[in-house]
Structures are given as structure tokens and as C-alpha cells.
């Protein structure tokens, strides 16, 4: 070789061999990963022997493009957490302090303390809490983690201009719909900067992270609930906020209710437990229940154990819990207040019911208890039309049920077929996992009835509504015995009717209170309902009324089955429409529809049954609905 190659082959070699002057080798998506999921494990579960630092940075979260929530974090291994939120101008903190969390509502002066060594319900107060809070760990292995993330999606590592940062994409396919989890890095320590999920193009859940970084560790006192003099602490089972941590997420991230497709006509056993079986019908589940209180409650409780374990948690540690920063009021101190005023104005039968169901799905009693006793304060509409007002002179009663949609009832709904054992009538009612009582239900004498709430709230000297409204189904032949039950019987809170009579083809709205107790007859105007219409009662509220009033009147003469379902459409119902359903008590038939998703109930497929022929031995039943109806 000449000079000149040896030269030439010695440059090549000096810039190959040198770091400072040879290009970085491209960086693997999945060794970005890992690293990253790493470095966050570090920060939740320092090693072993690092001194204690508090993690400190301020969260801004937009939640489908809607109005940001910001939140200061901090956090020091292994069992300190503070977070201080704002809320639409409102301040909300709260926080753990090793084997206690706390909650903090300065604007309503309310503050909880949950710790163990309490009792969880006043209704067992020898029963002390025993939670015992695990330290915080990083719940996988950052690799195991970033290989099944890489099992499962397209792990992508975005470009960047800008060296100070890695931006790491995670794609997968979702219901036919590309999904995506975009993180925005701080190359120099892997902290997040920005965290996104995106779905078919629109952002979900949007995160950034203002200047993550450690402190020198905080002081202890810096941790502990620090509510002023003015405030008093409740002291509550440290249990109960637990619950509420893990049932929350599910509350927000889970709330998926598939539409149904055409009406089929298929029927299929899908499980039996004794004398009582689950149904699906046309994609509908049915629950028929029969025999004593102890042996129905163990039926449902056994058929429906998922989904009443879930209606459970949403209404008492979602919903329930959650409500308690909202109105300043701990929600298990007012609801078990209410229930020790009810319980003694309820039938035995359905208590026994009730703790049947609880055992069969492996919860407390009072959890049973409670769920059932949930405030039923509903904003709802019905109506009945028949005679000169309908095509053919059918009875129709229509009920829209406007309640709290997207707390999970929507997910767990049930036609549910009663057949109780002692004499009492068989009857069908429209409901949801792991309820004794009912607000929409027709009996086998043809008596339908619907409610609409009212004021009242704290008057709960009575029998609670939906049991009243049980023994209506169970006892009345006729609408003179559901209105004597109602009328004679202890009452609470406000609550609105409307009752149908198949047999006699009539009907009545009731408005009752604790104190009074008033009819209207159809075609009878009232000052909160004034216009009367002659073979129809009609029952709603302020716009929602007049709307309900004008389609009747509009149809009048020519209301059948699909027009009078369409009086029920927006805006009768409202945004949280979750059930309705249209009776015919003559003929015993029932359309029911439940909101999806993405639809209000009376948007919905309405699935029709009759209940005669759901009533009929096993095997001789039709599997077929009525078409043309």
C-alpha cells in the first residue's frame, strides 16, 4: 500500500474508533421503553438504601378535549401522597400519610380522616375496620411490562429536533379504530412531560407535566391532613376510601354499553340456580325468580353475581363516596341515618331478600341493605293514553326513567320475572342487578305503574319507595287496591305516579308526600299539571310537560304502539334517560329500551315481551316476539 493509502485507512479507523467524532448508533423504540417504564419504577420504588426525595410536579389533565384540571403532586416513597386540585375555581386536597388518607373540601368545610380501628357501618359497630395499606410499588417489572406492551402494540420512537426531549408512540388497534399513547420524555432523566391517548384521531386523556423533579424530602407534617381549627374531621373506615380508589377509574374509564342490532327472536338459558334461571332474550338478559325471599334473593345473587358486585360498587363507593366532596356530607353517615329511619317501616320479606342476595355474591349485609336503600331521587316523565285517545282504543303507559346515566345501571339492566311464593301476585319489572325494590313494573292482574321524584329530601319516616311499590305489584288486583296500598301506607320524601288499570282501561297520577295524598284524573287539570286531556293522565315537568302535552294533542285519535313510544323521545327525556318502556296492561305486553353509549334509552332498540307468555311453563314459552308491534 502507498503512503497515501495507509494515511487514508488511518482516518477512516480514527473516526470509527473515537466516540466524540462517531455517530450515535440509532436508538431501539423498545430500549426507550424500557428504560423509560424503569426510570418511573425508580421513582415508586427507590432501591434499597437512596436517601428519601419527594417527587414534586403539577398536572394539567384534559379529559375528550373539554376544560383542563390542574393538580400539584408530590410524592416520597414508600407511603406519602399529596395531591391539592383545582376544580373549576374550587381548591380539593387530598392525600396519604403511611397507613391513613385524607380528603379536604376547604369551601365546605369538610374534611375525612380514614384509618382502620373504626367500624366501616354503625349497624355493626363491633366490626372494626382492619385495612392495612401495602406500601407503593411499581406494579410490574419494566420489562416484562415493555415486552407485553410490545406484544400488544406497534412501538414506535418519533423523530425530534429537539435533543432535549424523546417522544415514544404506542399504537394498537381498538374495535377497528387505531388507538394511540403518545409520551413526550425529558431525554435527560426519562421523566414525563406529556402523556396523551388518543382514539381514532381524537384525543381522550390528555396529561402534561410542568418540571417533574426531586426535593430534599419533605418534613412529616407537610404529609397529614391539616384542615384547620374551624373544620371538625370526620373520621371514617379507612375501607371505604380504598373502595372508592379502585371503583373511581372504572366509573370513568369503563362505561362501554354496546347498542343492539335487530331484534332477532332468539332465546337461550344461559344459566339456572334452583327454581330461578337467567335468559338472554334478544340479547336482553331476563332474570325469572321464584319461590320464598331467602331462595329468590339467593337465585339473583347467584345469576347475576358480577353484575350486582358491580352496581353495588359504583352506587356506594363510586357514586356514593364520590358525592360526599360534593354536597359536605359523608355519604355512609347520611344514607345509614336514612336507612335506620326506614328499616322499621319495611317488609321483613324484602330484607330477608336483600341478605340473600349479599351472601350470595360474598358482600356484606348492610352493603345489600344500603345499595337497595340508595336515594331515589329520579327526574322523570310518564303518561297513560287510551279510548278516544289512542288508534284503537288500546291502553297505553309509557315511563321514562331520567337518572343518572353513566353511573354504571345502564350496564347492569334486567328484565326481571317475579314469582313469589305466599299467595302474591307474579309480576315483571324493569330494573337492574341486585334490586329488591322496583320503579317500573307491571303484575300479572294488568297494573303498570311508573314514579317521578320530587322534593322532599330527609323525610324518610316511611316506607321507602320502591318496596312501596312492590307490595302495590304483589297485592293490588285493581287500581283501587295500588291506590288504597299508596294511600294507607307510611310515606316518604315526594314522589309522583302514574298507575294503569288493563282491566278497567283507566288510569290515574298521584302526588304524594309524607303528609298528603292527591289524584288526578284523566282529562283533570291541576295547578302543576293544567292541561287536561280527555283519556290521558300526563306527568312531567316544566318544558318536558308542555312538549309531552302537544305531541298527544297532536296525535290524538292516532297514538298506537310506535307513536306512543315516540312521545317519549327528546326532549320528554332528558339527557340521562336510562330506561323506558311503554305497557299495554290490557294484553300484558311490555317494550323496553336502556341506554348505550352513545344513546338516551328511548334512542335505543326497544325489545318487546309479553309478560303471560314469559310466565308460562319452561319450554312452552314463545321464542319469537310479536312482530308488527
Same mark, same amino acid.
Given at each position: 500500500?502507498?503512503?497515501?493509502?495507509?494515511?487514508?485507512?488511518?482516518?477512516?479507523?480514527?473516526?470509527?474508533?473515537?466516540?466524540?467524532?462517531?455517530?450515535?448508533?440509532?436508538?431501539?423504540?423498545?430500549?426507550?421503553?424500557?428504560?423509560?417504564?424503569?426510570?418511573?419504577?425508580?421513582?415508586?420504588?427507590?432501591?434499597?438504601?437512596?436517601?428519601?426525595?419527594?417527587?414534586?410536579?403539577?398536572?394539567?389533565?384534559?379529559?375528550?378535549?373539554?376544560?383542563?384540571?390542574?393538580?400539584?403532586?408530590?410524592?416520597?416513597?414508600?407511603?406519602?401522597?399529596?395531591?391539592?386540585?383545582?376544580?373549576?375555581?374550587?381548591?380539593?386536597?387530598?392525600?396519604?400519610?403511611?397507613?391513613?388518607?385524607?380528603?379536604?373540601?376547604?369551601?365546605?368545610?369538610?374534611?375525612?380522616?380514614?384509618?382502620?380501628?373504626?367500624?366501616?357501618?354503625?349497624?355493626?359497630?363491633?366490626?372494626?375496620?382492619?385495612?392495612?395499606?401495602?406500601?407503593?410499588?411499581?406494579?410490574?417489572?419494566?420489562?416484562?411490562? =415493555?415486552?407485553?406492551?410490545?406484544?400488544?402494540?406497534?412501538?414506535?420512537?418519533?423523530?425530534?429536533?429537539?435533543?432535549?426531549?424523546?417522544?415514544?408512540?404506542?399504537?394498537?388497534?381498538?374495535?377497528?379504530?387505531?388507538?394511540?399513547?403518545?409520551?413526550?420524555?425529558?431525554?435527560?432523566?426519562?421523566?414525563?412531560?406529556?402523556?396523551?391517548?388518543?382514539?381514532?384521531?381524537?384525543?381522550?386523556?390528555?396529561?402534561?407535566?410542568?418540571?417533574?423533579?426531586?426535593?430534599?424530602?419533605?418534613?412529616?407534617?407537610?404529609?397529614?391532613?391539616?384542615?384547620?381549627?374551624?373544620?371538625?374531621?370526620?373520621?371514617?373506615?379507612?375501607?371505604?376510601?380504598?373502595?372508592?380508589?379502585?371503583?373511581?377509574?372504572?366509573?370513568?374509564?369503563?362505561?362501554?354499553?354496546?347498542?343492539?342490532?335487530?331484534?332477532?327472536?332468539?332465546?337461550?338459558?344461559?344459566?339456572?340456580?334452583?327454581?330461578?334461571?337467567?335468559?338472554?332474550?334478544?340479547?336482553?338478559?331476563?332474570?325469572?325468580?321464584?319461590?320464598?325471599?331467602?331462595?329468590?334473593?339467593?337465585?339473583?345473587?347467584?345469576?347475576?353475581?358480577?353484575?350486582?358486585?358491580?352496581?353495588?360498587?359504583?352506587?356506594?363507593?363510586? @357514586?356514593?363516596?364520590?358525592?360526599?366532596?360534593?354536597?359536605?356530607?359523608?355519604?355512609?353517615?347520611?344514607?345509614?341515618?336514612?336507612?335506620?329511619?326506614?328499616?322499621?317501616?319495611?317488609?321483613?320479606?324484602?330484607?330477608?331478600?336483600?341478605?340473600?342476595?349479599?351472601?350470595?355474591?360474598? =358482600?356484606?349485609?348492610?352493603?345489600?341493605?344500603?345499595?337497595?336503600?340508595?336515594?331515589?331521587?329520579?327526574?322523570?316523565?310518564?303518561?297513560?293514553?287510551?279510548?278516544?285517545?289512542?288508534?284503537?282504543?288500546?291502553?297505553?303507559?309509557?315511563?321514562?326513567?331520567?337518572?343518572?346515566?353513566?353511573?354504571?345501571?345502564?350496564?347492569?339492566? @334486567?328484565? *326481571?320475572?317475579?314469582?313469589?311464593?305466599?299467595?302474591?301476585?307474579?309480576?315483571?319489572?324493569?330494573?337492574?342487578?341486585?334490586?329488591?325494590?322496583?320503579?317500573?313494573?307491571?303484575?300479572?292482574?294488568? *297494573?303498570?305503574?311508573?314514579?317521578?321524584?320530587?322534593?322532599?329530601?330527609?323525610?324518610?319516616?316511611?316506607?321507602?319507595?320502591?318496596?312501596?311499590?312492590?307490595?302495590?305489584?304483589?297485592?293490588?288486583?285493581?287500581?283501587?287496591?295500588?291506590?288504597? *296500598?299508596?294511600?294507607?301506607?307510611?310515606?316518604?320524601?315526594?314522589?309522583?305516579?302514574?298507575?294503569?288499570?288493563?282491566?278497567?282501561?283507566?288510569? @290515574?297520577?298521584?302526588?304524594?308526600?309524607?303528609?298528603?295524598?292527591?289524584?288526578?284524573?284523566?282529562?283533570?287539570?291541576?295547578?302543576?299539571?293544567?292541561?287536561?286531556?280527555?283519556?290521558?293522565?300526563?306527568?312531567?315537568?316544566?318544558?318536558?310537560?308542555?312538549?309531552?302535552?302537544?305531541?298527544?294533542?297532536?296525535?290524538?285519535?292516532?297514538?298506537?304502539?310506535?307513536?306512543?313510544?315516540?312521545?317519549?323521545?327528546?326532549?320528554?327525556?332528558?339527557?340521562?334517560?336510562?330506561?323506558?318502556?311503554?305497557?299495554?296492561?290490557?294484553?300484558?305486553?311490555?317494550?323496553?329500551?336502556?341506554?348505550?353509549?352513545?344513546?338516551?334509552?328511548?334512542?335505543?332498540?326497544?325489545?318487546?315481551?309479553?309478560?303471560?307468555?314469559?310466565?308460562?311453563?319452561?319450554?312452552?314459552?314463545?321464542?319469537?316476539?310479536?312482530?308488527?308491534?
Amino acid at each position: 500500500m502507498t503512503l497515501r493509502q495507509w494515511k487514508l485507512v488511518g482516518l477512516f479507523l480514527f473516526f470509527v474508533s473515537t466516540p466524540a467524532l462517531r455517530a450515535a448508533p440509532a436508538e431501539k423504540p423498545m430500549e426507550v421503553l424500557t428504560a423509560t417504564l424503569a426510570r418511573w419504577a425508580d421513582v415508586i420504588s427507590p432501591a434499597p438504601g437512596e436517601p428519601a426525595k419527594t417527587f414534586v410536579t403539577r398536572a394539567t389533565v384534559s379529559m375528550g378535549g373539554g376544560r383542563p384540571y390542574t393538580a400539584d403532586l408530590a410524592f416520597q416513597a414508600p407511603d406519602r401522597l399529596r395531591v391539592v386540585a383545582d376544580v373549576k375555581g374550587k381548591s380539593y386536597s387530598a392525600g396519604r400519610d403511611g397507613q391513613t388518607l385524607w380528603a379536604h373540601v376547604p369551601h365546605k368545610q369538610f374534611a375525612l380522616l380514614g384509618k382502620s380501628g373504626v367500624p366501616r357501618f354503625q349497624t355493626h359497630r363491633d366490626e372494626l375496620d382492619d385495612t392495612q395499606l401495602p406500601p407503593f410499588r411499581s406494579p410490574v417489572e419494566p420489562g416484562g411490562l =415493555a415486552l407485553a406492551l410490545a406484544l400488544k402494540t406497534r412501538v414506535i420512537l418519533e423523530p425530534s429536533t429537539d435533543q432535549d426531549l424523546k417522544r415514544l408512540k404506542l399504537v394498537w388497534d381498538e374495535g377497528g379504530k387505531r388507538s394511540e399513547v403518545r409520551l413526550t420524555l425529558r431525554a435527560a432523566d426519562l421523566l414525563p412531560l406529556r402523556a396523551a391517548y388518543v382514539k381514532d384521531g381524537r384525543s381522550e386523556v390528555d396529561v402534561e407535566f410542568e418540571n417533574p423533579r426531586f426535593e430534599e424530602a419533605w418534613p412529616a407534617e407537610k404529609w397529614s391532613l391539616d384542615a384547620g381549627s374551624d373544620v371538625q374531621v370526620q373520621t371514617v373506615a379507612l375501607a371505604h376510601l380504598v373502595r372508592f380508589l379502585k371503583v373511581a377509574p372504572d366509573g370513568l374509564f369503563n362505561n362501554h354499553v354496546p347498542t343492539l342490532g335487530p331484534a332477532t327472536g332468539r332465546r337461550e338459558i344461559v344459566a339456572r340456580e334452583g327454581r330461578g334461571r337467567l335468559e338472554k332474550i334478544d340479547g336482553t338478559r331476563v332474570l325469572f325468580l321464584k319461590g320464598s325471599p331467602s331462595e329468590m334473593g339467593r337465585q339473583h345473587g347467584t345469576l347475576l353475581k358480577k353484575e350486582i358486585l358491580h352496581t353495588m360498587n359504583r352506587i356506594l363507593y363510586g @357514586v356514593g363516596v364520590g358525592s360526599s366532596f360534593d354536597r359536605g356530607k359523608w355519604f355512609f353517615g347520611e344514607i345509614e341515618h336514612a336507612q335506620a329511619r326506614v328499616e322499621k317501616f319495611t317488609d321483613p320479606r324484602y330484607l330477608e331478600e336483600m341478605d340473600a342476595i349479599a351472601s350470595a355474591v360474598g =358482600a356484606h349485609k348492610q352493603e345489600g341493605r344500603l345499595a337497595n336503600f340508595f336515594p331515589e331521587l329520579f327526574h322523570c316523565s310518564g303518561f297513560c293514553v287510551f279510548g278516544k285517545a289512542t288508534q284503537d282504543g288500546r291502553m297505553y303507559h309509557g315511563r321514562v326513567l331520567d337518572y343518572m346515566r353513566g353511573i354504571g345501571l345502564e350496564q347492569n339492566a @334486567v328484565v *326481571i320475572v317475579h314469582q313469589p311464593d305466599g299467595g302474591r301476585h307474579a309480576w315483571v319489572n324493569v330494573s337492574y342487578a341486585g334490586f329488591v325494590g322496583t320503579v317500573t313494573a307491571m303484575n300479572e292482574k294488568g *297494573i303498570s305503574i311508573g314514579e317521578m321524584g320530587g322534593m322532599g329530601y330527609g323525610k324518610w319516616d316511611g316506607t321507602p319507595m320502591a318496596q312501596l311499590l312492590r307490595e302495590v305489584m304483589e297485592k293490588a288486583d285493581t287500581i283501587e287496591e295500588a291506590l288504597e *296500598i299508596l294511600r294507607s301506607s307510611p310515606r316518604t320524601c315526594e314522589y309522583y305516579y302514574v298507575i294503569a288499570d288493563g282491566n278497567k282501561k283507566t288510569a @290515574v297520577g298521584v302526588a304524594a308526600t309524607p303528609e298528603t295524598f292527591e289524584t288526578v284524573a284523566p282529562g283533570q287539570s291541576h295547578p302543576r299539571l293544567p292541561h287536561g286531556v280527555e283519556d290521558a293522565v300526563l306527568l312531567s315537568a316544566g318544558d318536558r310537560y308542555e312538549e309531552l302535552v302537544r305531541r298527544v294533542k297532536t296525535n290524538y285519535g292516532k297514538l298506537d304502539v310506535a307513536g306512543s313510544r315516540d312521545l317519549m323521545t327528546r326532549p320528554v327525556c332528558m339527557t340521562s334517560n336510562i330506561h323506558s318502556v311503554l305497557f299495554a296492561p290490557e294484553t300484558l305486553d311490555l317494550w323496553v329500551a336502556n341506554a348505550d353509549s352513545k344513546n338516551v334509552a328511548s334512542d335505543t332498540r326497544y325489545t318487546h315481551y309479553n309478560l303471560r307468555d314469559l310466565l308460562k311453563a319452561e319450554g312452552t314459552a314463545s321464542a319469537s316476539p310479536v312482530r308488527g308491534q
